[in-house]
């Protein structure tokens, strides 16, 4: 099992472009999450969604979309990137049917926007 | 709402010396808990949580923490640190019975082991 995976690792954009992370987990899971990290902010929630089909803003939705394609996908759009969007975003996925209550991390995609 | 408080940005300490990573939450409601570990470059990777029961919780890599709910706190230790250790350390909280788990972050504790 591969887990959580994300595109791209890095990406460099002008302030005004779009663009879409994607983010796939194999595990089966109901709920999948964005987050970004800032420096001596931990992480913040931009956008969840709790099953298929299903999405809510979290903490900081502002400037971002999302879409739940099917159980295994995720993706976070960016319509038109500003500066202040530069950060290392995460995705993750979590079950409560596992009963483990542990929400599994991709690996980030680091954003900066000039 | 829930928030939690990690008030220690870095702890600097010793090769074999013993650690604690504080962590305090607030919520109006029963909490899990939880402490993630972040190695450079890398996503967050589950260390330990506590979800019922014995209140000392003991987790990968030798960590184990203690809830204690009168406090509201749930600190992170280690009774001999190694180099490997080095990390970002992140305490999370998020309320018992919602249909799907909702994390709130601290804002992290980095932990820097010298020999």
């Known amino acids: 099992n591969a887990g959580v995976t994300q595109t791209p690792k890095f990406q460099v954009l002008k302030t005004g472009q779009s663009m879409t992370l994607q983010c796939a987990q194999d595990?089966?899971?109901?709920?999948m999450y964005w987050y970004r990290q800032d420096p001596g902010m931990g992480l913040r929630l931009i956008y969840y969604?709790?099953?298929?089909?299903?999405?809510d803003k979290g903490e900081v939705p502002n400037g971002y979309n999302v879409s739940r394609l099917n159980k295994r996908e995720f993706s976070l759009r960016l319509e038109s990137a500003a500066p202040s969007q530069t950060s290392v975003y995460f995705c993750a996925s979590s079950s409560k049917d596992r009963g483990d209550y542990e929400q599994y991390f991709g690996p980030g995609t680091r954003l900066t926007v000039t | 709402a829930q928030s939690v408080t990690q008030l220690d940005s870095q702890v600097p300490v010793f090769e074999e010396a013993p650690v604690e990573l504080r962590c305090n939450y607030s919520s109006s409601v029963s909490v899990y808990l939880f402490w993630y570990v972040q190695y450079p470059n890398q996503g967050l990777q589950l260390l330990l949580k506590?979800?019922?029961?014995?209140?000392l919780v003991k987790g990968i890599n030798g960590f184990e923490a203690e809830f204690n709910k009168s406090q509201t706190s749930f600190h992170l230790r280690k009774p001999s640190v190694h180099i490997s250790d080095t990390a970002e350390y992140f305490c999370?909280?998020?309320?018992?019975?919602?249909?799907?788990?909702?994390?709130?972050f601290g804002t992290g504790t980095r932990l820097l082991v010298s020999p």
């Open positions: 595990m089966n899971h109901n709920s």
């Open positions: 506590y979800l019922s029961g014995s209140t």
């Open positions: 999370a909280v998020s309320e018992m019975n919602t249909g799907f788990q909702k994390l709130v």
């Open positions: 969604s709790a099953s298929e089909g299903t999405t």
